[in-house]
């Protein structure tokens, strides 16, 4: 079945630093590939997105790349501020039809924490 | 932007209560609402797919008897924990499909914090 692995965290980055959280996936297809962000005690904003082999999705400084030679979809950032500590998580999702239609599989989420 | 209402955002009551919680897509259509569950620091785990004027089609060892799902309309699903428990305490998530498929992503509600006594 498809899965999505994600860097195992806590990460803990000061201001200014440079981010990268890994995500690898495994899947039939060519899926859509998302990133959520979870502020505490909130649900999940769409972060960024990419449907086809190297889209690159991009928001709020934020970038990945849809990789389909490595089935990876890796977030970056080149500064992170304070504000970006939450939790981050990966996702696809199946554009054929069948019983997995429109269903999003999760990572387990990474917790980023950035200190000033 | 696409806006999905969960609520209550919070709740806490007694042990055998019923507890019903109401996602609402406030400016688009779904014919499709997902449930997820997520424990403190885990990932969603999907518990249902809410089909408007459809039976709800459940995920593998979630009780289909103990979290009753009512999809009514285009815009309202509901999941009512019956009989709750304290190992029903969790934070349960709605989320919304837009009609234009799955290169759409889906919306999310806020979440609901349920604790049971």
């Known amino acids: 079945g498809d899965s999505v692995t994600q860097m195992e965290g806590p990460v803990t980055l000061s201001e200014e630093a440079f981010l990268t959280i890994n995500c690898t996936y495994t899947?039939?297809?060519?899926?859509?590939l998302f990133w959520y962000v979870q502020y505490p005690g909130e649900g999940l904003q769409l972060l960024l997105k990419a449907t086809k082999a190297d889209d690159k999705g991009s928001n709020k400084g934020f970038e990945a790349t849809y990789r389909k030679e490595t089935t990876s979809f890796h977030l970056e950032k080149g500064s992170v501020q304070v504000s970006d500590s939450a939790v981050y998580f990966c996702?696809?999702?199946?554009?054929?039809?069948?019983?997995?239609?429109?269903?999003?599989?999760f990572g387990q989420g990474t917790i980023l924490t950035v200190h000033p | 932007g696409a806006v999905v209402s969960q609520h209550p955002s919070w709740v806490i009551c007694k042990s055998g209560t019923s507890v019903k919680i109401e996602c609402r897509s406030l400016d688009f259509q779904a014919t499709t609402m997902f449930w997820y569950r997520q424990f403190p620091k885990q990932s969603l785990m999907l518990m249902a797919t809410?089909?408007?004027?459809?039976?709800?089609?459940?995920e593998q060892g979630v009780e289909k008897d103990k979290f009753l799902i009512n999809h009514a309309s285009l815009t309202l699903s509901t999941l009512t924990v019956t009989s709750a428990h304290p190992e029903d305490s969790s934070f349960y998530i709605c989320?919304?499909?837009?009609?234009?498929?799955?290169?759409?992503?889906?919306?999310f509600g806020d979440g609901t914090r349920l604790s049971i006594l």
């Open positions: 989320s919304a499909r837009d009609l234009r498929g799955p290169q759409v992503p889906q919306h």
């Open positions: 809410s089909n408007e004027g459809s039976k709800a089609t459940y």
């Open positions: 996702a696809l999702s199946r554009n054929a039809g069948g019983t997995s239609y429109g269903k999003l599989t």
């Open positions: 899947a039939t297809g060519y899926p859509s």
